[in-house]
């Protein structure tokens, strides 16, 4: 049986632990990339029938994973697999005040993991797999504030922004391939994660829209780890994943 492999960044908690979860299904080939590894990932593929690998590493230095990635990629058997897909999810935000205000190493760690790291990694992907006769996706999960800007979030807009953009210019390289990768940036709703525990909890004098999410959150706007997971997963496999390389989920 061909293996589907599926490549997924920030997996440890929240919706990528959500999605590795549902990832692992019988003939899936799952490699995590995050800080931490999760027991309870194992227990899931051995009970399902997947092959599991998790990576610790910190993508605020993504250099040595990408190289490491290409050549795990290398060394893989292309005809043992159904198709190959990268799904960038990691990412954290800088601490919620104006940028006058930001720390350096914040701020930079913030650009590093948010869209650095997901440069690198598709860059790693896209090289490796080049040849391979399997379809090819890139999933970079974006966000709502990569398309409108918040004030005292500069960082996360910005990684975001570049994100969304990166992914417009690497779709239009990999149309011109003949067997090119379907690329899509897609933002995934309002989730119930640690970072809307961040919003919500922030200094009132230095994030101004701390009322919105507030408010998102007592009206219960946002949507479960597992739910939203689900969605992202289903938009994934639709057979138009790619035609248009900036998305949401919602729309």
Not at 154 to 177: N, T
Not at 192 to 206: C, E, G, H, K, N
Not at 226 to 242: H, K, M, Q, T
Request: net charge neutral.
């Amino acid at each position: 049986m061909q293996q589907r492999l599926t490549i997924l960044t920030g997996a440890s908690r929240g919706m990528g632990l959500a999605m590795a979860e549902q990832l692992l299904q019988p003939g899936a080939l799952l490699l995590c990339i995050s800080r931490q590894s999760n027991a309870s990932l194992e227990a899931f593929a051995t009970q399902r029938g997947a092959r599991l690998e998790q990576w610790q590493a910190d993508l605020a230095d993504a250099a040595p994973v990408a190289t490491r990635l290409a050549a795990w990629l290398h060394a893989q058997d292309p005809a043992a697999l159904q198709s190959a897909t990268l799904i960038n999810n990691a990412g954290v935000i800088s601490a919620l005040a104006p940028l006058r205000d930001g720390q350096s190493a914040d701020l930079a760690n913030a650009l590093r993991v948010g869209l650095e790291a997901p440069l690198l990694l598709c860059a790693a992907f896209l090289g490796a797999t080049r040849n391979w006769t399997a379809p090819r996706k890139v999933l970079n999960i974006s966000s709502g504030l990569g398309r409108r800007a918040m004030a005292s979030s500069a960082s996360y807009c910005a990684a975001k922004a570049g994100m969304d953009h990166f992914s417009r210019g690497l779709a239009m390289e990999e149309a011109l391939q003949t067997n090119g990768a379907k690329v899509c940036s897609l933002a995934p709703g309002v989730i119930a994660t640690d970072m809307q525990v961040q919003l919500r909890s922030a200094d009132p004098l230095a994030f101004p829209d701390i009322g919105n999410f507030q408010a998102m959150h007592e009206r219960g706007m946002l949507s479960s780890p597992v739910e939203a997971a689900a969605r992202i997963l289903a938009f994934l496999e639709r057979p138009d994943f790619g035609a248009e390389p900036v998305a949401d989920v919602r729309g």
